[in-house]
């Protein structure tokens, strides 16, 4: 998988339809999706319960492009392995969600999966800069992790900035959750973010049945980032 800086956008399957996933999949990604996001929380580091490893092992074969996997658990170094087995390309997790950073990046790169490091919205920047040698992707949040829906934090996007320039020309993404709409994106896309997660965004309107909702929804986000 090449380094690429271009605008991606990555559905958040946490907004489909959960009875219906490898079908919601197939339809938003024929619809122009470059990733699909999956958001494990575990109810203890963040206030929800969502999928497992059995979950993204079977969707796996239902994904063509790149399965992103954001764990929001803790602690979460004994699940790394079972989540890389299930074919996750990116693994990110948290850079609260655990006291030994170095060891957990690495056993990410040494499970065959790309490593990224998630920071919540009161996290400074500053918390990711002795780890960029060994991160392939910086994900920002930009709403307090636990549940779709929510309201974008405006005060994030100086913390992207300060991301670009600290990641200078190394090949690492900066990623957006939270609150990703056409108003917002451009925001942080501009601020130098290459990967904007979309649940709510992207699903709304459309369905398995009624799909192109979901390209137009997409297709409004990169149009808005572009202008």
Known sequence: MAFDRSL??????????????GAEIQAVEAQGADWIHVDVMDGHFVPNITFGPDTCKAIRPHIKTVMDV???????DAYIDAFAQAGADFITVHVEAGAHMHRTLQAIRSAGAKAGIALNPGTPASAVAPFMDLVDLVCVMTVNPGFGGQKFIH???????????????????IEIDG????????????????????GSAVFKGGSVVDSAPYGENIRAIKAACKA
């Open 8 to 21: 991606k956008i990555a559905p958040s399957i946490l907004s489909a339809d959960f009875a219906n996933f």
């Open 70 to 76: 954001h764990l929001m658990i803790s602690p979460v």
């Open 155 to 173: 005060s994030c996007v100086e913390k992207v900035s300060d991301l670009r320039l600290m990641i200078g020309d190394r090949p690492v993404h």
């Open 179 to 198: 609150g990703v709409t056409p108003e917002t994106a451009p925001l942080v896309h501009a601020a130098g973010a290459d990967v904007l997660v979309a």
